[in-house]
Structures are given as structure tokens and as C-alpha cells.
């Protein structure tokens, strides 16, 4: 506690340094002095505050960029607050700047410093360029534990208080900021300090481990992430060959659970390899790798490593994938993946929506699927939709067109053959299309053209899950998702003894029949659109759509090609075209052919007037119903109509659409 003699000493010698610059050091330390001199020297004047406050935002953003230290900080402030409770005294955090991120303290004192010329609120800034010589500007400045009161402090609004501040410096030698103590002038006690110092010393210490545990915290997520993305099976295990790390490919290949695998013995999985008589620290080896369902030739990599999961410090990491030969097989021969799902399929008709919902439904589970539907109308895409959403989605897609195989080698590449199993036949044999979709699905499209002799061996694999290579004696277990497509009538075609009744009958557990474009109409703007956008040719004017009289026919047209016919008119215009729009002289022969008589030529709408007609009525009437759905949310209306929110805003400004009103309604 300062004695009031005591102050006015202080008050002159504070006068005197100002006036002609003495320095008297038995009234003043010299960090008080060399504190002033800094102030002055970054052009304060000590009769003339500078405030600097950040804005709500600012402050927010630095409390972000501070987190871990408030965190840290808070807590520790909580409890010397619970010490110094009712006598004044409020508890300060600052960052590196100077800015101070936390306040915390009694009512009344709080009200009394904030109601000071320059308050002392969060957000106010502190750092001794801005403020002068001050409890947590000068213990920055200095990187000491200061105490300062009454006339130490540089201006003179300051002077019936005191300021006892410590700098936080973490064992790098970082300035992350400083905590103080600020009181009445008259309540100064020497032991403050040293309670701000530890107090200083403890934040920095738990703040430098939260960090580093943070750190590592980030480390572990980072390495799983980079698990993850590997298009290999992975295993991380510790030193005593228990996995403690996989990814998603590993459980595709293995056909296992993320909780069958973690913390089981890889001895389990690889029996064929001697883990115990290992001395390189690399090894390839093409071995067998134990599934769920069967064992599964697996090309492997295991290397020694450094795994702080293990006692003592050293593990393995193992990547494999199938063969080479089979990935070969399916780079060359099959070619296929899986890149659509359920946001690919666009429109929103009932007939398409409808369609939609019942294929979600059936990529839930694993029962086998039947999708019917005419040429063109997208089983494909809907099977790949499936495959996507379904829980064989890691696993591969093949997609056979059992239609384009010749008859005499559906079965070798259905099932597979041995090796000597016909004249011909590749020495090491050959992996068929089931076994190549192992732990997928294999899409069997044109189902209806399978030859009659063949169907009774896709029924015996429907029935026990297992393919037998031609030529050859052991099943191969298989977990599999089998989805067929036709455009055949198969009722018809059993009754024309084509196509066998139990066959047809395993098949159709789900059936699923796609809509015809003509089923569809009020799609076809929709899909229009999005073919103009997908061949917009590089180098051209920007098409923006077609002419009224191409969509009138495009309405009227049948498409017995359904949206392969409408694709590849789209694609053929936008080619052919020089202008901004498709007119008539860019379309196929086909689709003129049902063009309609000239109408009367009506007069053209007002630079606002919305455009008349049935087909923009039809469209408008369809934009219409997605903005009420949305509730006048233009961005979701887009996603549903499938367009994007420009092209959505052009049509709204063309149709008069206002959607204000929605929202408002809302």
C-alpha cells in the first residue's frame, strides 16, 4: 500500500521528469522511466489520451485466433478472482497486441473502470504504443512481471489506479499476450505480483500442453484422413501385430466391419504370412488374405515403421489390393465404374420422383433388383445410383451387357474358366465378370437377351451366392449385388419360353419400372437445359436456350429414344448452331417431322410482360411449384428444378415471376 506522502513525492518527480526530463530512481525504478521514455518516443502525449477500441467483429476474430489461450487463461482468472473477490480489483487477459480479450471482476469495479475516459472494456487496447506505461503494455514491452500504480502509470486518468501485469511467454520464447491485475491506487500489496506471476507461469504451462495435445489430436486426424484416401487396403498395427488402424478400402476387399477389424491379431488375417521371422524392413509378397467370405489373393506391402501406438515405439504398416492380375483383367476388359447417384438423375415429374424414391429405398439393402424400362431411359444410371448409395458402394461396378456378348462366350465371361478348359483358353485361366464385381455390384443389363441355356447357371449363383469357373470344381463364394435391366417384356418372354419363370422370379425381388420421356414431359425443359449447358461448345457464344417453337416440338415429339434421343439432339444442335438459341433448322429430321401446323403468329409480349404460350406456361407453372415448395428459397428451387440459380433467375425475369412475395409469406 502506497503511503499519501509517499504519492506526493511520486507526483512531483513524475512532474519533473515531464517538465525538464530529471530522473530521480529513489522515487522511481528505471523501468518506470524507461517505460515514459518509450511512450514519448512513439509520440503520446501524456495530456492527451489515444483510444483504440476494435469493433464487435474484430474482437470476435481475435478470439478466435485465441481460443486455446482463452480457454486456458479463463479458468485460472475464475479462481484468483474467487482470492481478491470484493476488493476492487478486476482481472485482465490481453493478446499479443495489447487488445484485451477477457474482463472479469466484481460489478462495481467493473462499472467504475469502464466509465473512465479511455474505459477499460474487451476490446480496448492496451499495448504500450497505444497506451503508455501500463500493466499489461510495459510487461509485454519489458517480457517481465511489472507492478505499476498511481503516478507510474503514463496518463494521468490512471493515476488512481494500480496495475499489476505478467507477460505470457511460452517455452519457445513466444509473446502470446499478458494477464493483469488492475485496482484502487491505495490497495497495492507486494505479494500481487507474485500471485500474477504464477499465475502467469501456470496459464503458460497448461496452455502449452493443451497445445501440444491439440497437436497431436490433429496429427492422429490428419493420419487417419491420409488412411482414408489411399485407394489400398490399409493396416496400421502395433508392436504386437494387433491392428489399430484401417480404412474403408480395406473393409471393401475384406468384406469386414470397422469394429471386426481394430484390435484383432493380423495373424488372423494373414495366416500365410511368418510375421515372427521378419529382418527386412520392406516386403512384397502376392499372398492369401483371409475375408469374411472367403480367402482373397491380395498383393502386399508390409514396412516396419515407427507407431507411437506402441509400447515400444515400433509397428507395421501393411497396404495391399487384389492381384495384379485381376486389376489388369478388370482395367482392360471391364472398364467400368460407378460415378452417378441419386442428385445425377434429373427432373421433377411424379413419374420421375416416383422412380427415384423406390431406388433409394431399394440401395438400403441387398436384395437383388430389376430394373425395366425402354432404350434410353437411364437403368444404367439408376443401377449406378443404387451401386452409390448402397453398402457395397466401395466396392467395384461392373456393368455387362448381356446382350453384346457373343453366345459362345457368355459363359467364359460370366463365370470365368480354368486353365485348359476349351481350346484357346489363357494358360493361367481368367476371372469372370461375377468374380471381378466381388464385394460390389454387377449390373446385368439387357437381361432379356441371356440365352435360354445359360439362365440356369445365373440361377444356381443367384441361390448359393457362389460361382464355379468353367472348366473348373471349387465355388468361389461371392457377396455380391446383382441388379438386372431390360427392355424386354419377360412375361411375355416366358410364355415364349425364352426366358425361365425361376429365374425371373429371383430376379424380381425389386422391381423398378423407369418412366419413358414421353411419361416425363414436364421434364423436358429441365433436361433441355441441362444438355445445352453439358456440350456447350468451347469457343462460342453462350447458348441460352432454344426457340419456342423447338420446345413445342420437343413436347410433342414421342422420343422412342427416350433421354439418349434427346441427349443426342441437344448435343448435335449445340454443334450445328451459331446462334444463341436451337431454332428449328438445328434439329434432326425426326423430331421436325412432327412439327405442327404454323400457328397464327400472336404479338410479341412487352419489354416486362412475362412470355405467353402453353410451354411457357407449363414452365412456368413447374418453376412456380418448386418456389412455393422452397418457400421462395431460389437457391434450393434450382436444386430441385436441376438448373443453376442464374439460369433460374433469367426464367423467373422472362416468365414475370416474382418470388419476393414467397419469402415474405414465410
Known amino acids: 500500500m502506497i503511503a499519501q506522502a509517499k504519492r506526493e513525492q511520486m507526483e512531483r518527480a513524475r512532474y ?15 523501468v518506470v522511466y524507461d517505460s515514459w521514455k518509450r511512450s514519448l518516443a512513439y509520440g503520446l502525449d501524456p495530456e492527451k489520451q489515444y483510444v483504440k477500441r476494435l469493433t464487435p467483429e474484430e474482437l470476435e476474430a481475435r478470439r478466435r485466433k485465441n481460443a486455446v489461450l482463452m480457454e486456458v487463461a479463463t479458468s485460472f482468472m475464475e479462481f484468483l478472482h474467487t482470492l481478491v473477490k ?56 519489458i517480457r517481465k512481471p511489472v507492478q505499476l500504480a498511481s503516478y507510474e502509470m503514463f496518463y494521468p486518468s490512471e493515476h488512481e489506479f494500480t496495475g499489476i501485469g505478467a507477460p505470457l511467454i511460452d517455452a519457445d520464447g513466444r509473446l502470446w499476450g499478458a494477464i493483469c491485475m488492475s485496482g484502487a491506487w491505495n490497495q497495492t500489496h507486494p505479494h500481487t505480483l507474485g500471485l500474477v506471476a504464477a499465475a502467469s507461469y501456470a496459464i503458460m504451462r497448461q496452455f502449452s500442453l493443451q497445445r501440444l495435445y491439440n497437436r497431436l489430436a490433429a496429427a492422429e486426424n490428419q493420419l487417419q484422413t491420409i488412411i482414408s484416401t489411399i485407394n489400398q487396403g490399409v493396416f496400421l498395427l502395433d508392436s504386437g501385430y494387433t491392428i489399430v488402424k484401417t480404412n474403408d478400402t480395406a473393409l471393401q476387399i475384406l468384406g469386414y466391419t470397422k469394429d471386426e477389424l481394430l484390435r484383432q491379431s493380423i495373424l488372423e488375417i494373414m495366416p500365410s504370412f511368418d510375421f515372427f521371422k521378419m529382418k527386412k524392413n520392406v516386403y512384397d509378397r502376392d499372398l ?43 482395367t482392360k476388359y471391364i472398364g467400368a465404374t460407378a460415378s452417378f447417384n441419386f442428385d445425377d438423375i434429373i427432373g421433377q415429374s411424379s413419374a420421375i420422383t416416383t422412380a427415384k424414391a423406390y431406388a433409394q429405398i431399394a440401395s438400403t439393402n441387398s436384395a437383388n433388383v430389376l430394373l425395366l424400362g425402354e432404350s434410353g431411359t437411364g ?14 458402394a466401395c466396392g467395384p461396378f461392373v456393368a455387362v451387357n448381356c446382350g453384346a456378348i457373343p453366345k459362345s462366350l457368355v459363359e467364359s465371361e460370366l463365370f470365368g474358366y480354368e486353365s485348359g478348359a476349351f481350346t484357346g483358353a489363357k494358360r493361367e485361366g481368367s476371372a469372370g465378370k461375377f468374380e471381378l464385381a466381388n464385394n460390389g455390384t454387377i449390373f446385368l443389363d439387357e437381361i432379356g437377351d441371356m440365352p435360354y441355356e445359360v439362365q440356369v447357371h445365373l440361377l444356381r449363383i443367384l441361390q448359393t451366392r457362389e460361382v464355379t469357373r468353367v472348366g473348373g470344381k471349387k465355388p468361389i463364394p461371392l457377396n455380391i449385388r446383382i441388379i438386372a435391366g431390360t427392355n424386354v417384356d419377360l412375361q411375355q418372354a416366358i410364355e415364349e419360353k425364352t426366358f425361365r419363370s425361376d429365374l425371373y422370379y429371383r430376379l424380381n425381388v425389386l422391381s423398378l419400372q423407369i418412366p419413358t420421356l414421353r411419361e416425363r414431359r414436364e421434364d423436358i425443359p429441365i433436361l433441355t437445359d441441362y444438355f445445352i449447358r453439358k456440350y456447350q ?23 422412342p ?11 448435335r444442335a449445340c454443334l450445328l448452331t451459331t446462334d444463341v438459341y436451337i431454332r428449328p433448322e438445328h434439329i434432326t429430321a425426326s423430331v421436325l417431322r412432327y412439327r405442327a401446323p404454323a400457328a397464327p403468329a400472336a404479338p410479341a409480349p412487352a419489354a416486362n410482360e412475362p412470355a405467353r404460350g402453353t410451354i411457357h406456361e407449363a414452365e ?8 412455393n415448395e422452397s418457400r421462395g428459397n431460389v437457391k434450393n428451387a434450382a436444386a430441385r428444378l436441376g438448373i443453376s440459380r442464374r439460369t433460374l433467375y433469367r426464367k423467373m425475369q422472362k416468365l414475370g ?9 414465410e
Not at 110 to 118: F, G, L, R, T
Not at 620 to 627: A, F, H, N, P, V
Request: glycine residues 10%; aromatic residues 10%; contains cysteine.
Open 86 to 141: 470484493g476488493s476492487g480489483f478486476v482481472l485482465l487477459l490481453s493478446d499479443s497486441d495489447g487488445y484485451i480479450l477477457k474482463l472479469i471482476g466484481d460489478k462495481d469495479a467493473v462499472a467504475d473502470i469502464q466509465s473512465k475516459e479511455n474505459p477499460l472494456v474487451e476490446g480496448a487496447c492496451r499495448h504500450e504504443s497505444v497506451f503508455g506505461t501500463g500493466g499489461i503494455g510495459t510487461p509485454m514491452a
Open 288 to 330: 492369401t488374405v483371409q475375408g469374411k467370405y472367403g480367402t482373397i489373393r491380395a498383393f502386399v506391402t508390409i514396412q516396419m515403421v515407427q507407431n507411437a501406438a506402441s509400447s515400444d515405439g515400433s509397428g507395421l504398416l501393411i497396404t495391399f489390393r487384389q492381384s495384379p492380375e485381376v486389376r489388369k483383367f478388370v
Open 379 to 392: 437403368k444404367e444410371l439408376f443401377a449406378q445410383s443404387i451401386h452409390n448409395s448402397s453398402e457395397f
Open 620 to 627: 412456368r407453372e413447374l418453376i412456380l411449384k418448386q418456389l
Open 657 to 665: 415471376i416474382d418470388y419476393q412475395h414467397l419469402r415474405r409469406r
Open 16 to 30: 519533473q521528469f515531464f517538465h525538464s526530463g530529471a530522473e530521480d530512481y529513489s522515487v522511481f525504478p528505471k
Open 561 to 571: 429414344g427416350n433421354i439418349r434421343e434427346l441427349e443426342n439432339t441437344v448435343e
Open 537 to 559: 461448345p468451347a469457343g462460342k457464344a453462350q447458348i441460352r436456350g432454344v426457340t419456342d417453337e423447338v420446345m413445342r416440338l420437343f413436347l410433342e415429339y414421342p422420343w
